[in-house]
């Protein structure tokens, strides 16, 4: 319960910080009335956008309005942001899930294996892919991706969201610059739940040794990875702009960018906000999974 | 003769190169047989667990066996292939290991663990593993089996865990059970319920134990022969009675002889000069609630009063609970008390801010259990030493010369102040420790399991040396432990304690002679060893 309510106190204080700190960024007047406007349309649009009105006053209604899911309406676009939003974003959470599941996939398996044989040749590998991952900038390795599996081979669309298939390369590139750290962590946790007495006793007991390394073993290291599994998911719906662009999805992250550029001060708000109540949560079901897994956690 | 159940032939096992040995064991031969409990004796590095783990196949990588025969039921365990050494484990022979508090998997139910062993090694039916688990959770004597079952590791204490350590290595009536150092980690009254299982487990389950320890009151309490190893040779081995009554070899007379024992010699007269008075003493810890508890208050320490004369040595024995702890963390202020006074001299230690206490500090000072974790691994011996005179004014070089004194007075070269931490044996460093103490010249040392960590001929060495400071420096001494054994040796007066309450109080021959408190006469029967009245051989 305590957990709960600290959440929503982060959410909170979120959007608080969006609202104020994006306000504090620029006359939002100026930059919708153009370049050649008189001082006296500025005025006007100032006055028709209620800009004129305490800073508290707007942060107040902003909040009471967002929260029955109504985020007023794009400067830009002259369309409420809620439905820009509805329409992005099943686009970047199709992402986001898909290199989720990349990143695990390359993760779980490199960083069990690494574990098992430090120092080996296959801990070697792994590591290299790793170092690779986390050297390369992602928006290069998107263009590779691209120039080698749409271009030359042909067998995946560049870019564009209309099937599950033009989500496979822009997952994969996404998933594979997360993997790095989630793969350390995943052999640091199972060297040391490896070397632990409990295994031990598990080898005692005449349990084979494969299911004494996923059962016993994998189990303990897993804690920590689901907290970093949610972070990393949070990254990934926030941080998804350069794949995005890459790819030419119709994502948050791309809208988001491009509102940036526009001084689009509603839909930034709306996307700022949408983000961090996801990250929240996510961080917030990481901890009640880890509670599930980890019967210290529970009695806590 | 019965066939033998283990029968070691002439065993080897190596080293990593580069070792300052190139063998853990070398060249081991000793049997065991059923109903029988063999007693592995030796001090740390004497390749006594190595053989355990060894007869497991549970050995690290890093070592390997090399030469000699392992035979169990007649097969050589040295010579069969991983495959068939796991399917041996568990069910053929089983084993129960030092440390309960980490044994088992804190992810799963005490159940799930108990219960597996019988999904690797039968085809039980659901139910009846369950009722095959719940009579074993009886046989331990865990109480309230269904609660146990279903348990968390975490939720029991470690005496609980060890009985189900125990009640997994016994799920399969193993022939061969090996027990490494089962009741070190164990609180007194704790470890002479655990030993007497073992004793009724050898008959009921007509198992052999091979059973290794380093403590020779345990030996006398429950071994039938005895292995006496040193340095991966086994140096003595006969009946519990030759080895305990009539050693041969010199290292085991060595070791007998440092089995701490009650003084004989007269206590000195002490000095009408009150070092310390703790008046009151009182803290309290509260637990906060959550949803489905409710906040709790642990008295950790009800208002305790004692007075330690100039020059004495008073013992504070208590097992794990017992606030001896919580005392001396309130003794040396890194807690706060509630309540009470702390007199050392004429200023009271309970009051006043931490930082206006700095100065008073210096009077009292804290030799601590675990000699590996309390150097700081980077800086050199002699850099420690000095910074907490130098904190207090003294000038660089008088702190220098006063620990290359105290390098002398604890029996080490001056050459040590430029060494680190980590080229020193345990021994070596608790006595760094002590001269860490001892060099901003306090009127108080507080000994905090001091010895607990140590080999009993390295204990031995301690002890002796904390006897001669206290002697030649006028030194106070209060002196907290677990062991009746050590306390006897060492105190001029004993406290003991109990839920935070001291229970007892007296001189050493009181306390042992004529014990007024049914808890310390529970905590002198538990002792192990009681009737064997060890030989005179130094």
Known sequence: ?300 | MTQPVLSVRGLTVDLPKNGDRPHAVSGISFDIHPNEIVCVVGESGSGKSVTAFTAMGLLPKALKPSGGQMLFEGQDLLKMSRREHTRLRGKRMAMVFQEPMTALNPCFTVGDQIEEIFKAHTRLARSERKARTMALLEEVRLPDPPRVYSSFPHQLSGGQRQRIVIAIALAMDPTLLIADEPTTALDVTTQAQILSMFKTLKSSHSAGILFVTHDFDVVAEIADRVVVMQKGLVVEQGTADEVLNDPQHPYTRQLIAAVPRKREDAPEPLSDEVALRVQGLKKTYHVAGTLTRKARTVHALHPTDFTVRKGETLGIVGESGSGKTTLVRCLIRLLDPDDGAIWIGSRNFAQGSRASLRAARKDIQIVFQDPYGSLNPRRSIGEQLIGAPMNFGVSRSVAWGRAKRLMKIVRLEEEALYRYPSQFSGGQRQRICIARALMVEPKILIADEAVSALDVSVQKEVLLLLADIKRNMGLTILFITHDLRVAAQICDNLIVMSKGRIVERGTVAEVFGNPQQPYTRQLLSAMPGRKWEAPDVA
Not at chain 1, 210 to 215: A, D, E, G, M, S
């Open chain 1, 1 to 300: 319960m305590q957990r709960i309510g600290l959440a929503l106190l982060v959410c909170v204080a979120v959007s608080l910080l969006a609202f104020t700190l994006l306000n504090a960024s620029g006359d939002v007047a100026i930059a919708v009335a153009g370049e050649e406007a008189t001082a006296a349309q500025i005025e006007a649009i100032r006055e028709d956008l209620g800009l004129n009105r305490p800073l508290a006053v707007r942060y107040g209604e902003w909040l009471a309005n967002a929260v029955q899911g109504d985020f007023g309406n794009s400067l830009f676009f002259r369309q409420p942001v809620a439905e820009l939003i509805a329409y992005r974003l099943p686009n970047t959470m199709t992402l986001a899930v898909m290199a989720l599941g990349v990143m695990l996939a390359l993760s779980v398996p490199l960083g069990v294996a690494a574990a098992l044989r430090p120092n080996s040749i296959i801990d070697r590998a792994a590591m290299l892919i790793a170092v690779l991952g986390q050297a390369m900038p992602n928006f290069w390795f998107a263009l590779i991706l691209i120039v080698v599996f749409s271009l030359t081979l042909g067998i995946a669309p560049p870019s564009g969201s209309a099937t599950l298939g033009h989500f496979v390369l822009p997952a994969i590139a996404l998933g594979y610059y997360s993997t790095p750290p989630m793969m350390r962590l995943i052999r640091q946790g199972m060297i040391e739940a490896l070397s632990s007495d409990y295994i031990r006793t598990a080898r005692a007991k005449g349990i084979s040794g494969w299911k004494v390394v996923f059962k016993h073993a994998l189990r303990n290291a897993v804690i920590p990875v689901v907290s970093l599994t949610a972070v990393q998911f949070g990254n990934m719906l926030g941080g998804s702009v350069v794949i995005e662009t890459v790819f030419g999805i119709q994502g948050l992250g791309f809208l988001a960018w491009e509102s940036i550029s526009r001084m689009d001060l509603p839909v930034v708000q709306a996307v700022l906000l949408i983000v961090a109540v996801f990250y929240v949560v996510m961080v917030l079901l990481a901890d009640f999974i880890n509670a599930w897994l980890d019967p210290r956690i529970r009695t806590q």
